[in-house]
C-alpha cells in the first residue's frame, strides 16, 4: 500500500490537508482519547507507519523523492504489463502457428491415408478382374475342349 493510501488521501494533495489528516488521526489515536484500550503490537506497528507516512509526505524534499520514486515504480509496471501483453501475445502467435502447422500435418496425413485406401481399392479391383479374366479363360478352354471332343467325334 502506498503512503497516500496508508493515510486515507487522493494524489495529488496538498501540504494543508496532509497536515489536516495527520491531526485527525492524532486525535484519533491519542491515549487521552482512548483510556483503558491496550496497546497492541499491531496497533503500535500500524502507528509506526502512519507516523513514517506522515514524516515523509510532511518533508518537501522527502515527498518529492516518495513520488519520484512512485511514479518511476509506476512506469516500470506498466512497461512490465505492456512486456508482459507482448510477451502473451507472441506466445498466442506461435501457438497458432502451431496448431495451423498441425493441421496442416494431420490434413496431409489425411490425404495419404485417402490416397492410400484408393490405391488399395484399384488393386483390389485389378485383381478380382484379373482373377474373373482368368475364369472366363478357363471357361472358354473347357467349353472349347468339349467342342473339339464333340467335333473329333463326329
Known sequence: MNLYELLG??????????????????MKNHPDKTPGQKVTRKKSSDMAEITRALRILTDNELKDAYDSHRKHANGMQIFAEENEAENKRVQL??????????????????E????????????????????????RIEEEEKLLSIVSLAVLEL
Open 9 to 26: 488521501l487522493k494524489k495529488p494533495c496538498t501540504k494543508e490537508e496532509i497536515i489536516a489528516t495527520k491531526k485527525k488521526i492524532a
Open 93 to 110: 502467435e506461435k501457438d497458432r502457428r502451431e496448431q495451423e502447422r498441425q493441421a496442416e500435418e494431420l490434413r496431409k496425413q489425411h
Open 112 to 135: 495419404l491415408e485417402i490416397q492410400q485406401e484408393e490405391e488399395e481399392r484399384q488393386n483390389a479391383d485389378k485383381r478380382w478382374i484379373d482373377e474373373e479374366e482368368k475364369r
